[in-house]
């Protein structure tokens, strides 16, 4: 139920139109198809059909191709009755709830989600425009990349994130000599350990990557073709190369909310539940931004564990038979406040965190099956004592670094338990030390995570 209108979302049948075809905007189609009958259509003007965009490396590498990436067969959405529209929304009308289209037609709705995703984030370098400077978000990046990597003699790669060290690899794979600037004193220091940072720093330099630490851009040099030909780094060093990889960071995608009443910030302000300050029109993933702090999130939270949890979070919205959600779950339902106050106070269980450890993978999030947002405990170190939390251990289960533990114990200082922030009692040092020599540095694709195992989504 929308606040400010009063209306049910599955009161009527009504059109739901997903602007970005992402593994928010798709999640919130899947969700919404399984909950209800409305006439649903996708927009994007990227692809034809949802893929992971985490495997774009896996192409570029040779390890897949591009029908590979796609999780659900090409007559998925027909079955479930999903539409899908290959074009560019060009500007969003409000008042009539209508959408411009780049091919010069229009489409209506009653419900609106945006989830346009992010873009990549430069800094004003001199030079950051020039043919063969560019990011690595979407697909049409790695065509790009594609085009301009043939047959150049060197690469830098600028930024210390996955994304820069994934740029590296790819490139590395094709036996392209990489320069890897990072402007920390040692590889993700702002995360690790020293001897788990260090560790990295070694594994990169073994497999013949030219690794810069405390390195940063100054600006770009061009040719006379306005093609790249070297960068200058802070310390006034210059650097030959053809592909310059920019990796410091994303933005969220907000173009398409720009000239319409949709309030924006950094990214599309939304409150607590996605909706934005129009009513009927919500943003979920990398480019919605919380108008709070305190709702489980950062304000901005450009993660895919994250974008999967808010399209499930915002089908959600509005689809409960009597008042919507909104109303009902917090004052509709007495015997829930009941067990939850019974659950939260006087149950022994609880779900400890190491804060020192969390790498915010959100696999802990992502699993639970109550909807929190365990991801943000564990990187305070909170612990997780809710009455929604049923306790049944599934976060700490799926946690690759040992940070979450159920526990079972006596009741006092169960509530307020001490804060255990670098209680670094997991060593991924360790880990390596007694790793067994048949498993390789480097693991094919195929044989690490699968890149999308949501088999419960079959209907």
């Not at 020039?130 to 047959?151: F, I, K, N, S």
């Amino acid at each position: 139920m929308s606040p400010n209108t009063g209306e049910h979302m599955d009161s009527i049948k009504k059109r739901v139109v997903i602007i970005g075809n992402g593994v928010a905007g798709v999640t919130a189609a899947r969700f919404i198809r399984k909950w209800s009958d409305h006439v649903i259509t996708i927009i994007s003007s990227e692809t034809d059909y949802f893929f992971s965009r985490p495997a774009l490396m896996y192409i570029f590498m040779g390890h897949l191709r591009m029908e590979d990436t796609r999780p659900y067969a090409n007559d998925f959405w027909q079955k479930n009755r999903i539409d899908l529209l290959r074009d560019h929304v060009v500007a969003i009308d409000t008042e009539a709830r209508l959408l411009a289209l780049e091919s010069d037609g229009s489409i209506s709705y009653d419900v609106l989600i945006v989830a346009t995703g992010s873009v990549s984030k430069f800094f004003g370098w001199p030079g950051q425009q020039l043919r063969g400077v560019q990011g690595l978000y979407g697909l049409p990046d790695l065509e790009r990349m594609e085009d301009t990597t043939r047959g150049i003699e060197r690469a830098v790669v600028v930024g210390g994130s996955l994304i820069g060290i994934e740029l590296a690899e790819m490139l590395h794979a094709r036996r392209i000599p990489v320069s890897f600037l990072v402007r920390e004193k040692s590889y993700m220091d702002m995360l690790l350990p020293a001897e788990e940072s260090e560790m990295i720093n070694r594994e990169i330099r073994a497999h013949h990557i030219d690794l810069r630490l405390e390195t940063e851009l100054k600006e770009v040099s061009g040719d006379a073709s306005d093609r790249v030909r070297g960068v200058t780094t802070g310390a006034g060093e210059e650097i030959p190369c053809q592909f310059v990889g920019l990796a410091t960071g994303v933005t969220p995608n907000i173009a398409v909310a720009r000239g319409s009443p949709i309030a924006c910030q950094r990214g599309i302000l939304v409150d607590e539940f996605l909706e934005t300050n129009v009513p009927g029109v919500y943003a979920i993933g990398d480019c919605a931004e919380f108008r709070r702090d305190g709702l489980g999130y950062r304000r901005i939270d450009q993660l895919w564990y994250t974008g999967r949890h808010q399209g499930r979070s915002v089908a959600r919205t509005g689809f409960y038979p009597i008042l919507g959600n909104r109303v009902w779950c917090r004052f509709g339902c007495p015997m829930a406040a009941i067990l939850g106050m019974l659950q939260k106070w006087f149950s022994r269980f609880r779900i400890t965190t190491n804060g020192g450890q969390c790498i915010s993978c959100g696999n802990c999030s992502t699993y639970c099956e109550m909807g929190i947002d365990v991801r943000w405990y564990a990187q305070r170190g909170q612990n997780v004592v809710r009455s929604s939390c049923v306790g049944c251990g599934i976060c700490a289960s799926v946690c690759p670094r040992g940070v979450l533990k159920l526990e079972n114990g006596p009741l006092d200082q169960r509530y307020n338990g001490p804060v255990l922030i670098h209680n670094n009692h997991v060593s991924v040092v360790h880990v390596a030390a007694t790793r067994p020599p048949s498993i390789g540095r480097f693991p094919r694709v195929q044989e690490d995570i699968p890149i999308l195992g949501d088999h419960d989504w079959e209907y």
